[in-house]
């Protein structure tokens, strides 16, 4: 296992790097200037003379080759350049607005566990009873629903028809109880579907027969079927992670909330390369880092995986 994860790891700064040479690239490619981007921001007039100033600034009279392993040279010490915008040490703006888009994140895959596991499992057991029927219809509807009118709909309900929970006045906790909700709903619709399909697919696996025939109780086999059924359902919320870190940019537009993904849009427009550039690097990691822990999860839902012969 331990063999495993430092593999993983290890791999972890070749695949940043190969990622870090393509949104450098891309970035390069683009039809934008960033001398004229990097001057239209520090409002200053884009002369000639001022553009071919910041070019030798910037670095960006130098090949392209050069500008990058300048540039990832100082990456591995965390240096990642300075904001067009607010001329302030990239990594130290990215640092302040993660904790919003982190806690965003995480709590709308925590309710997305809570609820989508035990109302699945209801599903599943009740098949084509009354509930099922009902959190079917709810779970078409949940994916049907754009997260942006949904949130808007909980903007009406709740703030202006109720008077609660006001997104844009309240400080504490429930600012973000809104945009859990806004975010959670189509991976919470999705993750419901799956927990009950999956629970039908192996409740007449043979495994669970042969659990009986040892003797098992009722609930060890219904356990087994549980850890059997819930691999895949694992492997989603890995995947919905990464789909949530992305959409919180619109949640966090939509509510207000001084967020990653709201700074990194406000980048985009103003073409901020180096926001961008640190922006992506961080969501990889974080992503990757997640998928690792996907994969530790599996040991303990299935002993048979041994990840050493594998690698």
């Known amino acids: 296992m331990l063999l495993f994860i430092s593999k993983r790891l290890a791999l972890l700064i070749p695949l940043l790097i190969v990622i870090s040479f393509v949104v450098f690239l891309l970035l390069h490619l683009s039809p934008i200037d960033p001398a004229f981007s990097y ?17 030798m600034e910037l670095g960006l009279d130098k090949p392209f080759l050069e500008q990058y392993l300048s540039w990832l040279k100082k990456a591995f010490v965390l240096d990642f350049g300075i904001s067009y915008v607010t001329k302030r040490p990239v990594l130290g703006d990215i640092l302040y607005y993660l904790p919003v888009t982190l806690n965003l994140t995480f709590l709308a895959m925590f309710f997305i566990v809570l609820v989508s596991i035990p109302v699945g499992i209801l599903a599943a057991y009740k098949k084509d009873s009354i509930y099922d029927k009902l959190i079917l219809l709810f779970s078409f509807s949940g994916v049907s629903f754009p997260s942006f009118w949904f949130g808007f709909l909980l903007i009406y309900l709740f703030s202006l028809k109720l008077g609660i929970l006001v997104p844009y006045e309240s400080m504490g906790f429930e600012r973000y109880i809104l945009p859990t909700l ?29 659990a009986k025939a040892r003797g098992l109780s009722k609930n060890q086999v219904q356990v087994h079927l549980l ?23 619109i949640v966090e537009i939509l509510f207000a909330l001084p967020g990653l993904g709201r700074y990194a849009v406000s980048a ?3 073409h901020d390369y180096p926001v961008l550039q640190c922006f992506m690097l961080l969501m ?28």
């Open 284 to 311: 990889t990691t974080i992503f990757i880092c997640i998928n690792l822990l996907i994969d530790i999860l599996y040991i303990f839902l299935n002993p048979k995986i041994r990840y050493e012969k594998q690698v």
């Open 182 to 210: 806004t975010l959670a709903l189509m991976s919470l619709s999705i993750n419901i579907r799956l927990v009950r399909s999956s629970i039908l697919e192996h409740k007449n696996d043979k495994s669970l027969l042969y």
């Open 268 to 270: 985009i427009y103003s």
């Open 39 to 55: 001057l239209t921001q520090s409002q200053i007039p884009p002369t000639q003379e001022a553009l071919q100033q910041a070019r």
């Open 227 to 249: 850890k059997n059924s819930l691999i895949p359902v694992v492997t989603s919320f890995g995947m919905h992670f990464g789909e949530l870190l992305g959409g919180a940019v």
